[in-house]
């Protein structure tokens, strides 16, 4: 089982530059959620969406864009790179509400700005 | 808001001695609590969880919970540490309604394991 696919697994980007941190999940899952992680930090929220066609922001959405068209798809777009923006990125994705759905995280994008 | 406080960033064991990773938890409600592992490179993998059910949550690879109402706290604990088990542990709660919950990570707890 694939469970959640995160593409790159490493990225080095300009300052200024755009990308696309791809993730997908193939256990029809309706939750997803963007996470960055940083040291001494644990993760914090970018984006989340229980759904197709919905999506809301978490706790650090700046800078950071989301949409979801599918439900297997929910991809991560910068759209002007920060080095304040260097972290690792972690997709999840659960069956339900996270309280009583485990969440299942890809192996995460390490991602350098510079 | 809801918080969780981690209060050790470090933690070294000798194998086969006891567990003990402390995370303390703040809510105005009556929370569910997680624990998630992280092994090198790898994503987050749920240990247990608390969802108001028995105060003593058993999870995966024999690890346990307590849950305390009165010390506001959601200890790990494992009785014999393995190699294997060198990792990071997050302690985690939830925060917001039903159908919108997020999870709020604690900053973790480096769990070292020396032969």
């Known amino acids: 089982n694939a469970g959640v696919t995160q593409t790159p697994k490493f990225q080095v980007l300009k300052t200024g530059q755009s990308m696309t941190l791809q993730c997908a999940q193939d256990?029809?899952?309706?939750?997803m959620s963007w996470y960055r992680q940083d040291p001494g930090m644990g993760l914090r929220l970018i984006h989340y969406?229980?759904?197709?066609?919905?999506?809301d922001q978490g706790e650090v959405p700046n800078g950071y864009n989301v949409s979801r068209s599918t439900t297997e798809d929910f991809p991560l777009r910068l759209l002007s790179a920060a080095p304040s923006q260097t972290s690792v990125y972690f997709c999840?994705?659960?069956?339900?509400?996270?309280?009583?759905?485990?969440?299942?995280f890809g192996d995460g994008t390490r991602l350098s700005i510079l | 808001a809801q918080s969780v406080t981690q209060l050790d960033s470090h933690v070294s064991v000798s194998e086969g001695t006891p567990v003990l990773l402390r995370c303390n938890y703040s809510s105005s409600y009556s929370p569910s609590l997680f624990w998630y592992v992280q092994h090198p490179n790898k994503g987050l993998q749920l240990l247990l969880k608390?969802?108001?059910?028995?105060?003593l949550v058993k999870g995966i690879n024999g690890f346990e919970a307590e849950f305390k109402k009165s010390e506001t706290s959601f200890h790990l604990t494992k009785p014999s540490a393995h190699m294997s088990d060198a990792a990071e542990y997050f302690c985690v709660v939830t925060e917001g309604s039903y159908n919108t919950d997020k999870l709020i990570f604690g900053t973790g707890t480096r769990l070292q394991v020396f032969p």
């Open positions: 999840a994705s659960s069956a339900g509400p996270t309280r009583f759905q485990p969440q299942h």
């Open positions: 969406s229980v759904g197709a066609g919905i999506t």
């Open positions: 256990m029809n899952h309706e939750y």
């Open positions: 608390y969802t108001s059910a028995a105060t």
